[in-house]
Nanobody
Framework: QVQLVESGGGLVQAGGSLRLSCAAS????????MGWYRQVPGKQRELVAA???????NYADAVKGRFAISIDNAKKTVYLQMNNLKPEDTAVYYC??????????????WGKGTLVTVSS
């Protein structure tokens, strides 16, 4: 079993910053990639940023230049530094991890989500 624990969400004014963290634990042999998605009511969940274990990153156009994703492989933790936040960044942010478990199966896991609210 693998668990993802997210932290760092909250309320911030437009132009402010937040840092999200997501720690993976459990029967993990290797982390292939981790990432952050977000969802607002009535819309599909969308990719915000993702990073592979080797450090290759991918960002949604809407957050390029404002958000930065990083990974600590030893801690199996992914971070999302969010700067210059805008009201349209308001959403529930979900952590995602693609891992290889001890049985050598590739599995995909989701966190429970953390709410980010940006006030104007």
């Amino acid at each position: 079993q693998v668990q993802l624990v997210e932290s760092g969400g909250g309320l911030v004014q437009a132009g402010g910053s937040l840092r999200l963290s997501c720690a993976a634990s459990g029967r993990i042999l290797r982390v292939n990639a981790m990432g952050w998605y977000r969802q607002v009511p009535g819309k599909q969940r969308e990719l915000v940023a993702a990073i592979t274990g080797s450090g290759i990153t991918n960002y949604a156009d809407a957050v390029k230049g404002r958000f930065a994703i990083s990974i600590d492989n030893a801690k199996k933790t992914v971070y999302l530094q969010m700067n210059n936040l805008k009201p349209e960044d308001t959403a529930v942010y979900y952590c995602n991890a693609g891992v290889v478990n001890f049985d050598y199966y590739g599995m995909d896991y989701w966190g429970k989500g953390t709410l980010v609210t940006v006030s104007s």
